[in-house]
């Protein structure tokens, strides 16, 4: 299994981005699908979760601000991040688990600033 997250950048107070997750020895459709993030000195956070029965959940935090989503064809989650904010700076991950272990993409830095 591999997981290889993008799209992080620098974005300005009340900016979008999208942030996509490429997977390998992944069926996208058939596993949850998560996102997480940490912050500068917290700790890793859930953000949200595409699950394998088409069902979508978010942290309080995101809730109408970001969409989950993803493309069986491409095997690809991603994440739309809308009016972020300078909460939302974090190095974010994609990640699943499967099996008896959590996977874990390589991260992609999200820093929201004027």
């Known amino acids: 299994v591999q997981l290889q997250a993008s799209g992080g950048g620098l974005v300005q107070p009340g900016g979008s981005l999208t942030l996509s997750c490429a997977t390998t020895?992944?069926?996208?459709?058939?596993?949850?699908m998560d996102w997480y993030r940490r912050a500068p000195g917290k700790q890793r956070e859930w953000v949200a979760t595409f699950n394998a029965f088409g069902d979508t959940d978010y942290a309080d935090s995101v809730k109408g601000r970001f969409t989950i989503s993803r493309d069986s064809a491409k095997n690809t989650v991603y994440l739309q991040m809308n009016s972020l904010k300078s909460d939302d700076t974090a190095v974010y991950y994609c990640?699943?688990?499967?099996?008896?272990?959590?996977?874990w993409g390589q991260g992609t830095q999200v820093t929201v600033s004027s």
């Open positions: 020895g992944v069926i996208v459709s058939r596993n949850d």
């Open positions: 990640s699943l688990f499967r099996g008896k272990r959590r996977y």
